[in-house]
């Protein structure tokens, strides 16, 4: 169960995605998110649908992921959407009115709107991390960051840290589904009962995740000193990050129809 | 004797559907007589930890069915909680799991579970903490304060506690110097022995399959390749090898004497054995 989170899980692939370079990926995907809110019509919603999907078929991920990964936020999604539903009032006459709730025109087109925003900003993301290695991800950060050092702003410890945390999360979450499953074999009820109860269940489960993050954290910090690790002065990389033509192509492909995006609005009144 | 676990066309699939979905068990059939000492092995990554956890229904099989004492497990997943206490699952280095401040308390956490009475709970940890060879004053120290040995002991004794029908082992040998090893494998057979449960041991170890187990289950590739009595599982050594597995060691030092044109048998596999057919050898000459 624990292991249906998606999120920040990468399938290694041999696409024309999956080997782009990983600064231009974080930056198109954040201008992306961007366009995302600037368009705010069919034609713009319509575009930016159809260029995710069609990016997961270049790279060669199902589909379905989508779906897994929007799964744990379904009650967010409803939320919103009926929110908007129910209280976006317009100028027109309501479609509908139950008693002191109407229904207008705008609502809809906003409930709309919002829902396609987050599966677009949710499929998005997701894709960056699919077809990216935390670790290549990372070094992107830290490349894109570089300038910030000059401020004496600790850009690859950030780095660094973040690499780590990445890397620990499936670690963790495979932990926790051990120790769950170890304490769930001498009878733990973790999924039923009062709050207070099921509060009180997760102890023998969250101990012993303590004490085995704290150990591998120590074993980690030994292990990289064990190698002369003394943070990122004069650091050299195995792989440098290169744009390639490829890549290039796939950049100016992607500001063509963000600048599509943009430009809807023009179109659409 | 009767029949007290069935595994029907059991195939599970991790992740399935997703992009690396592994077949860890596919289409295993096999049944386990009350009160049998079965030994698992198979190599590295062949399912065999997979399996196990099928036993208490902690994973639900992709295709296939379970049962134990002729009850199918998911008959209704409401009610699954039941096998949890039917079937006592120690994991691989089960000593990651112990929580409590004190040994007495961990072990108690089983049995506390299972609604029993303090005064049952309180014979309970006394037994299983003497058969897993903890003294009444470790009872009282905290699990943290222990040697990782010890810590094994108080996580087997704490499934040991709840008294399981079906008490299922995975790899409870691991990491232990050779005496360690020795002395929690024999407790586990004195429980075995004394209450009668039926046990399944996985192991990495031919010897340790070899000293304990009635039967023996081979796995290759999520699959049952040879399920047989443990002296006939052995004499089919070279499929064995075959397979990323081994021999006991006398067995190989017979099949060698066998290559070399001696009369003797192939199913030798425990040294006591072992002994016994050298001597009527002797004679014999
Ligand atoms: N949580 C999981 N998610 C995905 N695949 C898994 C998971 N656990 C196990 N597997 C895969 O299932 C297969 C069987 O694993 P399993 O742990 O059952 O092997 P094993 O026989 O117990 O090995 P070992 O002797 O090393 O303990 C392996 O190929 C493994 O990669
Ligand atoms: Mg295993």
Redesign the interface.
């Known amino acids: 169960m624990l292991?249906d989170i998606t999120i920040g899980q990468h399938?290694p692939?041999d696409s024309a995605l999956h080997n782009m370079d990983p600064r231009a990926k974080l930056v198109l995907t954040l201008v992306y998110i961007i366009m995302l809110f600037v368009a705010s019509n069919p034609i713009g919603l319509g575009i930016s649908i159809v260029l995710v999907f069609g990016l997961y078929l270049l790279a060669k991920?199902?589909l379905?992921?989508i779906g897994k990964s929007l799964k744990p936020i379904i009650p967010i999604i409803l939320f919103t959407a009926v929110l908007n539903v129910f209280f976006v009032t317009g100028e027109s006459e309501p479609l509908v009115s139950l008693g002191f709730l109407h229904i207008y025109r705008e609502g809809i087109d906003y409930a709309v709107l919002i829902v396609v925003r987050i599966i677009c900003i949710i499929a998005g993301t997701s894709l960056l991390t699919y077809t990216t290695s935390p670790i290549v991800l990372t070094a992107a950060i830290e490349q894109l960051l570089r300038p910030l050092s000059k401020l004496k702003f600790p850009v690859h410890e950030l780095a660094m840290m973040m690499t780590i945390a990445l890397r620990f999360i499936p670690l963790l979450i495979e932990e926790t589904d051990?120790?769950m499953?170890?304490?769930?074999?001498?009878?733990?009820?973790l999924d039923s009962g009062t709050l207070m109860q099921r509060v009180k269940a997760l102890?023998?489960v969250l101990?012993?995740l303590f004490?085995?993050a704290f150990r591998r954290a120590d074993e980690l910090a030994m292990a990289m000193e064990c190698r002369c690790y003394h943070g990122g002065e004069g650091r050299t990389r195995l792989k440098e990050l290169r744009m390639s033509g490829k890549d290039v192509w796939l950049t100016v492909a992607a500001v063509v129809v963000f600048v599509a995006m943009g430009m809807s609005n023009f179109l659409w009144k | 004797m009767s029949e007290f676990v069935r595994v029907e066309h059991l195939s599970y699939i991790y992740g399935q559907g997703m992009p690396d979905e592994t077949i860890a068990l596919d289409d295993v059939s096999f049944s386990i007589e009350e009160g049998q000492f079965v030994g698992i092995m198979g190599a590295t990554g062949c399912g065999k930890s997979t399996l196990i956890t099928h036993f208490n229904g902690l994973n639900r099989p992709t295709k296939g069915h379970i049962y134990i004492g002729g009850e199918d497990l998911w008959a209704d997943p409401g009610d699954i909680r039941r096998f949890r206490f039917l079937v006592g699952l120690v994991f691989q280095y089960p000593e990651y799991q112990l929580f409590e401040e004190t040994v007495y308390k961990d072990i108690a956490y089983g049995p506390r579970n299972m609604g029993l009475s303090e005064a049952e709970i309180d014979q309970r940890v006394r037994r299983a903490a003497e058969f897993c060879g903890l003294s009444d004053a470790s009872l009282q120290k905290s699990p943290f304060e222990l040697s990782g040995g010890q810590k094994r002991r108080v996580a087997i004794a704490g499934v040991l506690a709840m008294e399981p029908k079906l008490l299922v082992l995975d790899e409870p040998a691991a990491g232990l110097d050779p005496e360690g090893r020795d002395t929690i494998l024999g407790q586990i057979k004195a429980w075995h022995k004394e209450t009668g449960s039926t046990t399944i041991l996985v192991s990495h170890s031919m010897e340790d399959i070899a000293k304990y187990a009635d039967r023996v289950l081979v796995l290759n590739s999520g699959k049952v390749a040879m399920y047989d009595e443990t002296a006939k599982v052995f004499a089919r050594a070279p499929e064995l090898l075959e397979l990323g597995l081994s021999v006991p060691e006398v067995t190989k030092v017979f099949l060698q004497l066998r290559q070399w044109g001696l009369d003797i048998p192939v199913d030798v596999y425990t040294v006591p054995y072992a002994v016994k057919t050298i001597l009527a050898a002797k004679e014999g000459m």
């Open positions: 292991r399938f692939g991920i199902p379905r992921l051990k120790i499953n170890a304490q769930k074999a001498r009878g733990a009820q102890i023998p101990i012993p004490i085995s």
